[in-house]
């Protein structure tokens, strides 16, 4: 990078428009600290294997008919004489006690997963960066109000709370099981993004902006909010995979999605009794239960060491 | 002192007690790399350097020229990965530390040399009183009983001249004003009297009026306690007064040695001049002052030939193609000037020019 | 510099602050438009009265209790002049860079006025406010936090145009920061490029080019070269004198480094706990400093020549500077002084030419807040 001073620009309004054109070209070559953070992920092994698994997930949530001719909803799908039929050709999870197919199951399964972990990442992320970012911006009595009030949600254990909950409000679908999730969950990502516009808000950027007459709203969406985004993205990866987790434990406990919903939970609910006689019925969804989980962690993992700076 | 192994092939009297042979610490042609993301940087080239007992040298340099890392290499402190040292030795007292085993260098450390950084805040330990801190020297390297080692430590306090140290030795670091706390770095590096004191920028966060009360005590305790010094600092100004000999730095090689008082006399290396000029002075006022023109440079893609070359006013193209050895400086005549050398090609003309 | 028959008369024999001449304005409107007034060269642009920052020290959570108040600006008092260059050099804590985020108005003043062309700013909001931002920017300290890492140097070096749109139509402002990248010596073709791509020199730059862009009056540069490798510095020094020629800025220069200062002002003010000690021009200060914080300042200053340095007369002060929350009576550097007697810790010397130069047009008559004011020159003592 050499400093040369070169001529002023001419007023010539055709070579202007060219030299801005290649310009915008060249932009979208140009490094920014997120685009770093991308170019070192693609390099990543553990990247590319997580994406793929997670890839593979989203087909399964979208069309779990084009994995299994079958359908849980269908008449007849379970047949009591096969229950615990162990694994074989044409049916390679076996049957459960009910004799329904493990395998569609656990492929139908995989949609109530994925979607009660996107809906509560989305739900937390949006409320508690809100909220967040509205504590920290205010700050004083407003932020020592919302910190107060974010406390007493933090305080409740996810099994009591979903237990009071689901007593009022009955539920057990995908929605009601996020909603609870989502009601405890938002001051995690509350505390991570009032901490940072805190952080944020004293540097020399934001009184920069400040002395040339900047609003409040171009503060907080130009200048704060963009240097927030990165562990924001980073939680928000991890707590898919925590949220997908959590649901099944809240469905094992019979306080998540219950039939007739189906979900890895509740098949591993279903299936702990018979475990030592037939384990196959308990280990199909444990296990997509457990690289499912897995994938989204070690994603956010991956995520985090590429943006954050100072893990380099 | 006999903390060390009497068997130990460091010997372990202080040099000043008998006829020591050989210098205090010989850096010889230390290389220092860094792996990044962006390629390897290569942070120290080929460094030389010796010191004496008794000696203070002085290391100048801007940021990136790796004077830093040369101290870290010689405190073994640097993090490894990501630096490597793919070559070169540090010899302390003709024992080349770089190849010793990791429980004889740890002895070394802070019991013969000892550092002092520049950021003392940073560098004390916020939940425990000044006194513990510099007791824990003597507890750890000496096996010291509390009560002896508190003792110590005040003794320590009033070397460095902090007022009032018995009634001061059990406060914490943030209740003494950044002078003070400087002091007590220094003291913490004092208290098991090394041979060899590495001051990374001892003074550059302090105030103008504290930095000379700091960098006169340096100065005094070094004397006293006859021990090396290594001062490594960006300000010209302030190694004009302690140093005995000054090297200069630029993309991780020493360009240029001399005595200090030579140095600011007669700079036989472009950049030298340049940083000299650089100064504002009383007869210039109004005019433009000089500035090196362009860029430090990036370590990742160091300029062929001299490094120096894309920012001096005298490059020619041997300067762009063929690297500049340090030479010995001599007088127009032919006379050795002892001490002195430079990595230029033209020396001659920057010199006499 | 006011003028020098003045300093003869009793009533305001200081060269350092003239009469303030209040506009009288009676709307917003009238306000933004007093504000375009021209301003002489060598007139008083921006003048300080008595300006005053106690940052309030409190004690309990839920029932906030004042305890005590650091006094980071204790009454000081100045004009800048147009066109020229006032220095401002002080140790940490001394309250210089108060004094800079007062004048930018990026913190609210406990007492006194700051007057930009008769209007006092302090009092200012809205509108009238923004139309002095306008005018009066600032360069910060360190390059490396005072540019939004997640902008592209074009939309950081355009954001003043976003702000104020009067500036610039929309359609123009990506040539006018082009323009501004020549201007301070970096490449235009840099313009999508990000903070992080660039040297601390260059980052430098930026910040100068984006306080540029608004054509302002008056610059307030906060240390703006200490965070820069000494090579570097020159550079941005002789950028910043040719920028005050070719735009005809005001500049007030805050600093630690005194032959920086020296080199770049036309006078130059000593700042010691929140006040000033002495004013005068740079040859007044630094020839014939009378103050002896100041003589032991200039002392103290590293001198890269090891003979000069050895012949000098140094002055090593003892101790360090008072906590500002609770400054020495009287003199506040009484307790560091050498000179210091009774009647420093029991009367507050006022800063005012001293009385025994008064009259006399030697270098010494200047300003200076000290009892026994005398002439020591500590650059040249053989």
């Known amino acids: ?312 | 002192m006999t903390i060390i192994d009497p068997t130990d092939a460091v010997p372990a009297q202080r040099p000043g007690d008998h006829e020591n042979t050989g210098p205090l610490l010989e850096v010889r042609d230390l290389h220092v790399e860094f792996q990044t993301r962006e390629g390897v940087v290569k942070a120290v080239n080929g460094v030389n350097y010796t010191v004496n007992s008794g000696e203070t040298l002085a290391v100048l340099g801007e940021s990136g020229s790796g004077k830093s890392v040369t101290a870290q290499a010689i405190m073994g402190i640097l993090d490894m990965p990501p630096a490597r040292i793919p070559q070169g030795e540090i010899r302390f007292y003709g024992k080349d530390m770089l190849t010793m085993g990791a429980e004889e260098r740890r002895k070394l450390r802070g019991a013969r040399i000892a550092m002092i950084f520049q950021d003392a805040l940073s560098s004390l330990n916020p939940v425990l009183s000044v006194g513990f801190q510099l007791g824990e020297m003597f507890r750890v390297h000496q096996g010291m009983s509390r009560k002896a080692a508190k003792a110590k430590s005040i003794e320590l306090m009033d070397r460095v001249k902090i007022p009032a140290a018995a009634a001061r030795v059990n406060d914490y670091p943030h209740q003494f004003s950044g002078g003070m706390r400087q002091r007590i770095m220094i003291a913490m590096a004092l208290a098991l009297e090394p041979d060899l004191i590495i001051a990374d920028e001892p003074t550059t966060a302090l105030d103008v009026t504290v930095q000379a009360q700091v960098m006169d005590l340096l100065a005094e305790l070094q004397r006293e306690y006859r021990m090396g010094l290594i001062l490594i600092t960006h300000d010209l100004g302030v190694v004009a007064d302690v140093a005995d000999k000054i090297a200069v730095m630029y993309a991780g090689r020493i360009v240029e040695t001399a005595p200090v008082h030579e140095l600011y006399k007669r700079p036989a290396h472009p950049y030298t001049r340049g940083l000299l000029d650089s100064i504002p002075r009383l007869d210039q006022k109004g005019q433009e002052l000089y500035a090196i023109k362009g860029l430090p440079p990036n370590l990742l893609k160091v300029p062929a030939g001299c490094a120096f070359n894309p920012r001096c006013d005298k490059a020619q193209d041997i300067c762009r193609t063929e690297f500049p050895p340090l030479v010995p400086v001599t007088e127009a005549d032919g006379t050795e000037l002892p001490g002195r050398a430079s990595a230029c090609h033209f020396w001659k003309e920057t010199i006499h020019g | ?382």
């Open chain 3, 1 to 382: 510099m006011a003028d020098p028959t003045k300093a003869d008369e009793p009533k305001d024999a200081t060269p350092n602050v003239s009469d303030v001449e209040v506009a009288e304005v009676h709307s917003e409107e009238e306000a933004v438009a007093a504000l375009d007034a021209n301003v002489e060269r060598g007139e008083p642009i921006l003048q300080v009265r008595n300006l005053v920052k106690h940052f309030p020290l409190t004690q309990g959570i839920v029932i906030k209790r004042q305890i005590g108040a650091v006094k980071a600006v204790d009454g000081i008092s100045f004009d800048l002049h147009q066109g020229e260059t006032l220095g401002i050099v002080g140790e940490s804590g001394c309250g210089k860079s108060t004094v800079a985020k007062l004048l930018m108005s990026l913190e609210t003043a406990t007492a006194g006025e700051v007057f930009y062309k008769g209007q006092d700013i302090t009092r200012l909001s809205g509108r009238a406010l923004k139309a002095v931002r306008r005018n009066i920017q600032m360069i910060f300290q360190d390059p490396y936090t005072s540019l939004n890492p997640r902008m592209t140097v074009g939309d950081i070096i355009g954001e003043p145009f976003d702000i104020h749109p009067e500036v610039a139509p929309k359609g123009d402002r990506r040539r006018k920061v082009k323009d501004l990248l020549d201007v301070v010596g970096l490449n235009p073709e840099y313009i999508n490029r990000y903070p992080h791509q660039f040297s601390g020199g260059q980052r430098q730059r930026i910040g100068i080019a984006r306080g540029l862009a608004l054509n302002p009056e008056i610059i307030i540069c906060d240390e703006p070269v200490s965070a820069l490798d000494v090579s570097v510095q020159a550079q941005v020094i002789n950028l910043m004198a040719r920028l005050q020629d070719e735009f005809n800025l005001s500049y007030i220069f805050i600093a630690h480094d005194l032959s920086i200062v020296r080199h770049i002002s036309d006078r130059v003010g000593v700042m010691y706990l929140g006040k000033m000690a002495e004013v005068g021009t740079d040859e007044q200060i630094y020839e014939y400093p009378t103050h002896p914080y100041t003589q032991a300042l200039l002392s103290a200053v590293p001198v890269p020549d090891p003979e000069a340095r050895e012949r000098r007369d140094r002055i090593i002060l003892t101790g360090d500077v008072p906590s500002p929350a609770n400054p020495p009576s009287g003199c506040r550097f009484r307790t560091r002084c050498w000179k210091a007697q009774d009647k420093c810790a029991q009367e507050e010397p006022l800063l005012a030419i001293p009385e025994r130069f008064k009259g006399s047009d030697t270098p010494a008559a200047h300003e200076s807040a000290c009892h026994f004011a005398e002439v020591k020159d500590v650059v040249h003592a053989a």
């Open chain 1, 1 to 312: 990078m050499s400093e040369k001073t070169i001529e002023r620009p001419t007023t010539d309004e055709a070579a202007i428009a060219k030299e801005i054109e290649a310009e915008e070209k060249a932009a979208a070559r140009q490094a920014s600290l997120l685009r770093d953070g991308w170019a070192d992920l693609r390099k990543r092994p553990m990247f590319i294997v997580t994406s793929l698994i997670i890839l593979v997930l989203l087909a399964l949530a979208i069309a779990p008919s084009l994995f299994t001719a079958r359908s849980p909803f269908s008449d007849g799908f379970c047949q009591l004489q096969n229950s615990m039929t162990g694994p074989s050709s044409g049916h390679l999870f076996g049957y459960d006690v009910q004799g329904c197919d493990i395998y569609t199951r656990t492929v139908y399964g995989t949609r109530n997963s994925i979607v009660v972990g996107v809906v509560t990442t989305t739900a937390t992320t949006l409320i508690g960066g809100l909220v967040g970012m509205l504590a920290g911006l205010i700050g004083g009595w407003a932020d020592a109000l919302l910190s107060r009030i974010t406390e007493v949600f933090a305080g409740l254990p996810l099994i009591i709370g979903g237990l009071l909950i689901m007593s009022i409000w009955g539920g057990g679908d995908v929605w009601s099981v996020s909603f609870i999730m989502a009601i405890l969950g938002w001051p995690q990502v509350y505390r991570i993004m009032r901490g940072e516009v805190i952080a944020n808000k004293y540097n020399d950027y934001v009184t920069a902006a400040r002395a040339l007459g900047a609003g409040s709203w171009r503060i907080a969406f130009r200048h704060i909010l963009p240097n927030t985004l990165a562990p924001v993205i980073v939680i928000t990866t991890m707590n898919l995979g925590v949220y997908i987790s959590a649901e099944a434990a809240l469905s094992y406990l019979g306080i998540g999605i219950q039939y007739p919903n189906i979900s890895w939970g509740v098949m591993i609910s279903d299936a702990q009794d018979r475990f030592l006689t037939s384990p196959h019925a308990l280990m199909f969804p444990a296990g997509a239960l457990s690289i499912t989980v897995l994938a989204f962690i070690m994603l956010g993992d991956v995520v985090r060491d590429a943006f954050d700076p100072k893990m380099r």
